[in-house]
């Protein structure tokens, strides 16, 4: 992936000729992968053809996802990283502005750079919605989810619902106790009722 905001160019100028074709093999993988819910464009070698607009300049994931609608609306980026590529640099060159959009940041990296990449995700301040990891055995390709930040929204509507919930049933065990508060003054009153019939 090259192009920042500020025109800066990734780190990763010239990846060794073995991890390019594993990289954009991984992406033409997840393309394959994601598009029977998304519009998946990507950017593979010097192919720029997916470009996003972050801030005043644009960049060029990976892999962009929209929306397959007539509306397009990005639904989210994706990093793949290699071996070389999972570093301080990269994180601040690219992993930070991706991390700062509305859309959903997905990054992927191999199974053994993980630690590092969970490390500088950290030390970074970067918010990223799903770190994967990625491992080749013979010809097949694993992904694994390796984190996921939780939503924010769904904890506060249930937190509001268990409030509700708690008032409710507060109320509910109000209400036997006030009837059973009238039922008792009402048997206390009928005897004394009683007693004045009597004489």
Not at 77 to 86: C, D, H, K, P
Not at 102 to 110: C, D, E, G, I, M
Not at 130 to 152: M, N, P, V
């Amino acid at each position: 992936m090259t192009g920042s905001p500020e025109g800066y160019v990734s780190p990763i100028l010239v990846r060794p000729v073995r991890e390019q074709l594993e990289h954009d093999r991984i992406i033409r993988l997840l393309q394959s992968k994601l598009k029977r819910k998304h519009d998946v464009a990507i950017n593979v070698a010097d192919e720029q053809g997916a470009g996003i607009k972050v801030g005043a300049g644009q960049m060029f994931p990976d892999l962009v996802l929209s929306s397959q609608d007539k509306s397009h609306r990005l639904e989210g980026v994706i990093e793949v990283e290699t071996g070389e590529s999972v570093n301080h640099l990269e994180a601040m060159a690219q992993w930070a502005h991706f991390g700062r959009m509305r859309a959903p940041f997905h990054l992927y990296v191999p199974a053994a750079a993980v630690d590092i990449a969970r490390r500088l995700v950290a030390e970074n301040g970067v918010t990223v919605a799903e770190i994967w990891s990625y491992h080749t055995i013979g010809d097949q390709t694993r992904f694994t989810l390796i984190a996921k930040t939780a939503e924010k929204t769904p904890p506060v509507k249930s937190s509001g619902s268990a409030s509700k919930g708690r008032a409710s049933n507060g109320h509910a065990a109000k209400t036997p106790s006030k009837a059973r508060a009238t039922a008792a003054k009402s048997a206390k009153a009928k005897p004394a009722v009683k007693k004045v019939k009597r004489k």
